[in-house]
């Protein structure tokens, strides 16, 4: 039944184009808009024809990846002035140190997933850019973070760059 109203439905459509009148390429201008008392100039107007609509083919040049900048990178509101022209890439690396020894290290980029022990032996579970990491004490994380120890269900994590203990409650093993 399905493959008879589908047979159907496809030689409807091929029939329709088949029998469909023909393009002349003819453009119809949109209908001006006339107020209903309008004074006979401004409907004299209305009848006259449009001019036809132009289209602004300007090409922008290409603009390198360095010069637009990071357009994810850290904002703030607070009272410090807006630079005046964004920072490149590689200016803004140099920079980045500086800015977080200001204001400390950023909170912790990494999720805590769980712990495996195995006589004595912990393995702790973090999820990290979407992938998975498993790190012991003593272990990094990732580049900026090192798991430096363990206690009463603290983890304390040490951040690379600005030497910072940072810590993370996980709570105590079952």
Same mark, same amino acid.
């Given at each position: 039944?399905?493959?008879?109203?589908?047979?159907?439905?496809?030689?409807?459509?091929?029939?329709?184009?088949?029998?469909? =009148?023909?393009?002349?390429?003819?453009?119809?201008?949109?209908?001006?808009? *006339?107020?209903?008392?309008?004074?006979? /100039?401004?409907?004299?107007?209305?009848?006259? =024809?449009?001019?036809?609509? *132009?289209?602004?083919?300007?090409?922008?040049?290409?603009?390198?990846?360095?010069?637009?900048?990071?357009?994810?990178?850290?904002? /703030?509101?607070? !009272?410090?002035?807006?630079? /005046?022209?964004?920072?490149?890439?590689?200016?803004?690396?140099?920079?980045?140190? $500086?800015? &977080?020894?200001?204001?400390?290290?950023?909170?912790?980029?990494?999720?805590?997933? !769980?712990? #495996?022990?195995?006589?004595?032996? *912990?393995? #702790?579970?973090? $999820?990290?850019?979407?992938?998975?990491?498993?790190?012991?004490?003593? &272990?990094?994380?990732?580049?900026?973070?090192?798991?430096?120890?363990?206690?009463?269900? *603290?983890?304390?994590?040490?951040?690379?760059?600005?030497?910072?203990? $940072?810590?993370?409650?996980?709570?105590?093993?079952?």
């Amino acid at each position: 039944m399905r493959k008879a109203v589908l047979g159907i439905a496809a030689a409807a459509t091929v029939l329709a184009a088949w029998f469909a =009148p023909d393009d002349d390429g003819v453009v119809v201008a949109p209908a001006a808009a *006339t107020p209903r008392e309008a004074p006979a /100039s401004a409907l004299a107007a209305a009848e006259a =024809p449009a001019a036809a609509p *132009t289209v602004d083919l300007h090409i922008h040049a290409r603009v390198s990846d360095e010069e637009l900048g990071d357009a994810f990178a850290k904002q /703030s509101w607070g !009272g410090q002035a807006a630079p /005046s022209a964004p920072l490149k890439p590689a200016e803004a690396r140099a920079a980045a140190p $500086q800015a &977080e020894a200001a204001s400390g290290p950023p909170p912790l980029p990494f999720q805590y997933l !769980g712990r #495996y022990s195995d006589d004595g032996n *912990t393995a #702790y579970f973090f $999820q990290v850019d979407g992938q998975n990491v498993i790190a012991r004490p003593g &272990e990094k994380i990732n580049d900026s973070y090192r798991l430096e120890r363990v206690s009463d269900g *603290t983890l304390h994590v040490l951040y690379l760059p600005l030497n910072q203990p $940072q810590t993370l409650v996980v709570g105590d093993a079952n």
